[in-house]
């Protein structure tokens, strides 16, 4: 079985201070992850994947995120956040070794940005 | 607009009708993705299709679900003897051939309110 933990349902931070949301996952085998983002009333928007290789991923609109094996965590990472950047941001998990081709989405947290 | 389009955007139901939804992927696409999302929660899997064929579905996926691909283009979801706790947001996801590492391609998704 394979899933995914969002443990905030809501992240607050100010306009260009660095902004963490934080994912953790589960699966039997090995992860593809990935986060997505949803403005209101819109479907998800893809932002950035981790496959294989260097643990630090980057994405869209300045967007990383770190791969942790031990910790079986993928965190959502930008260094300096912008008011436009709130949204519900979504960690995504498929286990590549189990055959199927689902990935398990987690709750949501909700990003606010202050001005 | 070559995105992944579904129609109607809005659907207000009274419980015990008939509702459908539909959804046109990506025209490359021969994958297709039906979720459910519910305020509050991330995406629920509901059922999977590999060109016409449906290949998995969800314990979500009751029996007064039904959903169609007939020509491997475009999906249909129908939900019939509609309840309340079918309101959500209907989602609909596509994605290309070549293997799965990349990203689902998400419609702006159906919401359904049952009155």
């Known amino acids: 079985a394979q899933s995914v933990a969002q443990p905030e349902d809501q992240v607050n931070v100010a306009e260009g201070n660095p902004l963490t949301v934080k994912c953790t996952y589960s699966v039997s085998g090995n992860p593809y992850l990935f986060w997505y983002v949803q403005y209101p009333n819109r479907g998800l928007q893809f932002l950035l994947k981790?496959?294989?290789?260097?643990?630090l991923v980057k994405g869209s609109y300045g967007f990383e995120a770190e791969f942790n094996k031990s910790q079986t965590s993928f965190h959502l990472k930008k260094p300096s956040a912008l008011v436009s950047d709130s949204a519900l941001y979504f960690c995504a998990v498929r286990d590549i070794t189990g055959g199927s081709y689902i990935p398990t989405f987690g709750r949501g947290t909700s990003l606010i940005v202050h001005p | 607009d070559t995105g992944v389009s579904q129609d109607p955007r809005h659907k207000i139901t009274k419980r015990g009708q008939n509702v459908t939804f539909r959804c046109d992927p990506i025209s490359e696409h021969n994958r297709l993705y039906w979720y459910r999302q519910t305020l509050g929660q991330g995406p629920e899997f509901l059922t999977y299709f590999q060109n016409e064929a449906q290949l998995e579905k969800s314990r979500l996926l009751s029996d007064r679900f039904s959903a169609e691909r007939p020509k491997g283009s475009f999906s249909t979801l129908e939900i019939q003897r509609t309840e309340q706790g079918d309101s959500a947001m209907y989602l609909c996801a596509s994605r290309d051939r070549v293997g799965f590492t990349g990203e689902l391609f998400f419609g702006e998704g159906s919401r359904l309110t049952v009155l």
């Open positions: 981790y496959i294989t290789g260097d643990n």
